[in-house]
């Protein structure tokens, strides 16, 4: 989609395209309002079963619990023999690699693919964009392979590594359509001054794409913390665990248990999303208006 | 190019040449290499992670491979045995199809139908688009897919509300029948990323449009038809595109509301969560690979199909 997409989503709402009656604006509206609270009903509902009392949670279907209870908490920090300290930690240390190899390695290749001359750029192109469309299950096995080999299984460089090689294709694509919309003049100025393109790229393309590149961190960051499949092949230590191999080890173990210490720990594992949610929406928002990303 | 005549030319001098080479060398370098130093992450992780791999998996496919053992040829067998003696197979490219075509359809209808209300200039539309959107950040994770099992449990929240409205229902997550209705509701709930899209394209519709067939005389019934679907079409079989080779890969809820099983009865066995199962439980590395390569093929195939089908019903104003 074009640029005007972009800013029309955060402009203001275009003028009703007809009139219409109070009544059926608040028909609307309370269509509206009951939709959202159907939405956030199992969202609420989780929150509040990770402080009800244990009882409670097969009974109550109400939100609000009639005592509030933080033990819950403890007891799924601790309940595995590894505690979910470790795995957030694990979970933020790949995430926020993946970020910084998803900034840097992407937007080499973006500057590359926006602005440089050079022979083979559309044919490499074509074969990025092509990447992209192929699913990954057809690279996985000789990929674990590969990294079994090199002995990575059970670190998180299998998971790391790759980033730095710019294999998320699609951030490549986002950045190489947000550098096209730079003018070129301003490249074209500091060449006249006799600045290189490693200069250009890092003067000029980097702090002028800020947008796009808080965009690209913001999404690396999330599909990576969420990312199940990808920890669930490469790390079998508990000790390398993420925070969702540490939930779904939690529900193995104790399903019939323990329901408010994995409520506690579910919610746990959506803040740091929620956290994005809350003060990025609006790049989140746009992100998706002008890229058509699946989540 | 002028450098690049000139060394040509120093080339032909003969006694120079060795310098001259040099010199070529140093031209086509100032030209493509600063491309293809800034290109060359990429590319290593081209060949060495994308290119080598899917060459090898085609490899592994034609062969019998442990991991342990070096990958024994094998020709089509692992090919004919999907085809033909293999009911897992079958019974997840069933459960696959049926849970694209359920909840394809219905998120896209949700999420246009939404759009749609949201578009007409209410306030607090960003409030509603951030609530809408908020399932679509969250539903890849675990947390909600153990929200998910609970929720669907015999004795779980959904059945409580039910029971307050007399119906005593099933215990939805293990009944073979219903399950794969759980995860099609889970992805119906995540709406909130194409009813963005769609918002997205409907601002796109220019309001004079509406203007001059509300002077015709035209009902809000007929411009939906005759404005709104029309121009909406390219943005609809994006969509449709995308959420369905999405949901074709889908693997977390299926395995973490089955506990990996993809059971009762085969009933949430995703496509993806048996080749995981082949490749990963029983280490069928060439089965697996041969696996990887038919979802390649159902997806491409899908995909041709869909273009080709476009032009008859895909508007593009051009």
């Known amino acids: ?295 | 190019m002028a450098a690049v005549q000139d060394s040509a030319m120093a080339v032909g001098r003969g006694a120079q040449a060795r310098p001259a080479a040099q010199g070529r060398f140093a031209a086509l370098w100032t030209k493509h290499g600063a491309g293809y130093m800034f290109l060359l992450p990429w590319l290593v992780g081209f060949f060495g992670l994308t290119l080598g791999p899917a060459v090898a998996s085609l490899y592994l496919s034609f062969t019998s491979f442990d991991l342990i053992r070096s990958p024994e040829w094998v020709g089509a067998a692992n090919y004919v045995r999907i085809a033909t003696a293999d009911p897992k197979f079958a019974a997840s490219l069933k459960v696959t199809f049926l849970y694209v075509v359920l909840s394809v359809p219905f998120k896209l209808a949700f999420a246009l139908l939404v759009a749609i209300l949201l578009n007409r200039g209410i306030k607090g539309l960003t409030v509603y688009r951030a609530i809408f959107y908020l399932p679509s950040l969250l539903g890849g994770s675990v947390a909600i897919a153990v929200l998910w099992r609970q929720l669907f449990a015999g004795d779980g929240l959904i059945n409580s509300l039910l029971a307050q409205v007399g119906i005593e229902g099933p215990s939805w997550i293990s009944h073979p029948d219903y399950s794969i209705w759980t995860l099609v509701v889970l992805s119906v709930w995540q709406f909130g990323s194409p009813m963005i899209i769609f918002l997205a394209g409907l601002r796109q519709i220019p309001t004079d449009m509406y203007e001059a067939a509300s002077l015709d005389g035209a009902s809000k019934f007929r411009q939906f038809y005759k404005i709104t679907l029309p121009l909406l079409t390219p943005v609809i079989f994006f969509n449709a595109v995308v959420q369905t080779i999405e949901a074709f890969k889908a693997f977390t809820p299926a395995f973490i509301i089955s506990g990996g099983t993809g059971g009762p009865i085969n009933s949430t066995l995703f496509y993806t969560l048996y080749l995981y199962q082949e490749a990963f439980g029983n280490f069928r590395m060439g089965y697996a690979s041969a696996l990887a390569w038919i979802l390649v093929l159902i997806i491409g195939l899908f995909t041709a199909f869909s273009f080709l089908t476009s032009r008859y019903w895909v508007h593009y104003d051009d």
């Open chain 1, 1 to 295: 989609m074009t640029d005007a997409t972009m800013s029309s989503i955060t402009a203001p709402p275009p003028p009703a395209a007809g009139r219409r009656s109070p009544i059926g604006s608040v028909l609307i509206h309370a269509g509206l309002i009951a939709a959202s609270f159907a939405m956030l009903y199992p969202l609420l509902w989780m929150v509040s079963a990770s402080v009800r009392p244990e009882d409670e949670i097969f009974s109550s279907t109400t939100l609000w619990p009639s005592s509030v209870d933080f033990s819950p908490y403890v007891r799924g920090w601790f309940g595995l023999d590894v505690s979910f300290g470790r795995f957030t930690w694990n979970s933020l240390v790949i995430a926020g690699l993946t970020v910084i190899g998803n900034v840097i390695a992407c937007s080499l290749a973006a500057y590359a693919f926006a602005r440089l001359r050079f022979a083979g750029r559309n044919f490499w192109f074509a074969m990025m964009l092509g990447t992209m469309m192929i699913p990954y299950h057809v690279t996985l096995i000789p990929q674990y392979v590969l990294f079994l080999d090199l002995g990575w299984v059970n670190t998180i460089l299998p998971l790391v590594v790759p980033k730095f090689l710019a294999s998320d294709a699609f951030f490549i694509f986002l950045m190489v359509q947000f550098f096209r919309g730079i003018p070129r003049e301003l490249d074209e100025a500091a060449m006249m001054d006799g600045c290189g393109p490693w200069r250009i790229y890092w003067k000029i393309m980097l702090p002028l794409s800020l947008p796009v590149l808080a965009t690209a961190a913001i999404f690396s960051f999330i599909w990576t913390w969420d990312d199940f499949f990808g920890p669930l092949i490469y790390l079998n230590d508990m000790n390398t665990y993420t925070i969702q191999l540490g939930l779904r080890t939690f529900v193995d173990s104790s399903s019939t248990s323990d329901w408010g210490g994995l409520f506690a720990m579910s919610t746990l594992s959506l803040v740091p999303v929620f956290f994005f949610f809350l003060f990025f929406q609006r790049l989140l928002i746009e992100g998706i208006a002008t890229t058509g990303m699946k989540r």
